[in-house]
């Protein structure tokens, strides 16, 4: 069961980077046709901006899940880090996951009364719901709390067969059999 969870994170987990990726090059396509546009014929594309505001609202959430994944987050380091005793170096580390998992629970929290009031507003050049910028939140949410938990629990969520996927040195059959021997 828990193995079964861990495989469906990792593939919604390629998943993201497979769609961050997208969205980094179709927000700076978009980006680049209306400037080109705009600045080569005086004319421009009306719902570019408001596309290019989804798309790095969206990516900004995706790299802030990513970057808890790999733990790329930003760290305030007020103490040494090589120098604690192990004890006080896996309290802090637990501190941390909590910390991730608050803030995890705070935008799920928020973020879905946010979606909903904000679907009622329509962007004006595109015609979408405004909703739909803030509708990545509360999913990233949950993939902040997994994560945080994960951590927390000590569960192995076989990241290097995830980050090998990625890199194209493991396969996918890899990552959906699980395990470190998979």
Request: glycine letters at 8%; a positive charge; one cysteine or more.
């Amino acid at each position: 069961m828990l193995q079964g969870i861990v495989r469906f994170f990792n593939l919604l987990h390629i998943l993201l980077v497979v769609f961050a990726k997208i969205l980094l090059v179709v927000m700076v396509l978009t980006i680049f046709a209306n400037v080109v546009l705009r600045y080569g014929f005086s004319s421009g594309l009306q719902w570019s901006e408001e596309l290019g505001l989804l798309m790095a609202v969206w990516f900004s959430f995706i790299a802030m899940v990513l970057g808890v994944k790999q733990n790329l987050h930003i760290h305030i380091t007020l103490l040494p880090e090589n120098k604690l005793p192990p004890l006080v170096d896996m309290i802090l580390r637990k501190i941390n996951d909590c910390v991730i998992i608050f803030v995890g629970f705070i935008f799920l929290r928020w973020g879905i009364p946010l979606v909903a009031f904000t679907m009622r507003s329509i962007l004006p050049a595109s015609h979408v719901p405004a909703g739909w910028l803030y509708i990545i939140m509360p999913v990233c949410a949950v993939f902040l709390m997994y994560e945080g938990l994960t951590d927390l629990l000590g569960i192995d969520t076989d990241d290097k067969a995830v980050d090998g996927y990625l890199l194209g040195t493991v396969s996918l059959g890899r990552i959906l059999k699980g395990g470190k021997n998979g």
